[in-house]
Nanobody
Framework: QGQLVESGGGSVQAGGSLRLSCAASDHTVSRYCMAWFRQAPGKKREGVTYINKYSITWYADSVKGRFTISQDNAKNILFLQMNSLKAEDTAMYYC??????????????????????WGQGTQVTVSS
């Protein structure tokens, strides 16, 4: 079974930037709906953004204009560029994938139940 492995998390001051990566083995990212979720302590896991096989993207209102999802199809890597970070962006970030919609993506807001493959997560901490 394929794996998703996130990296790139860390600690940054408010206003700073981070770029997360998600390396996919056995999953061709260009065929899947690929998404980033995040979960802060004591809160529900929330969908942040997705990209489908047509390169159509969606962003939660809380990150629109600050975060950018992209993928390198040749290297099979999903990215999340996060700019103008805020303290409320502090969370564990997960990449996820699903093929249930044949490369399209489920309705928003995203639900974790709609995704079949998950990475282990990478921690992002933003200090104010």
């Amino acid at each position: 079974q394929g794996q998703l492995v996130e990296s790139g998390g860390g600690s940054v001051q408010a206003g700073g930037s981070l770029r997360l990566s998600c390396a996919a083995s056995d999953h061709t990212v260009s065929r899947y709906c690929m998404a980033w979720f995040r979960q802060a302590p004591g809160k529900k896991r929330e969908g942040v953004t997705y990209i489908n096989k047509y390169s159509i993207t969606w962003y939660a209102d809380s990150v629109k204009g600050r975060f950018t999802i992209s993928q390198d199809n040749a290297k099979n890597i999903l990215f999340l560029q996060m700019n103008s970070l805020k303290a409320e962006d502090t969370a564990m970030y997960y990449c996820a994938a699903t093929l249930r919609w044949y490369g399209g993506c489920p309705a928003t807001p995203l639900s974790q139940e709609d995704f079949d493959y998950w990475g282990q997560g990478t921690q992002v901490t933003v200090s104010s």
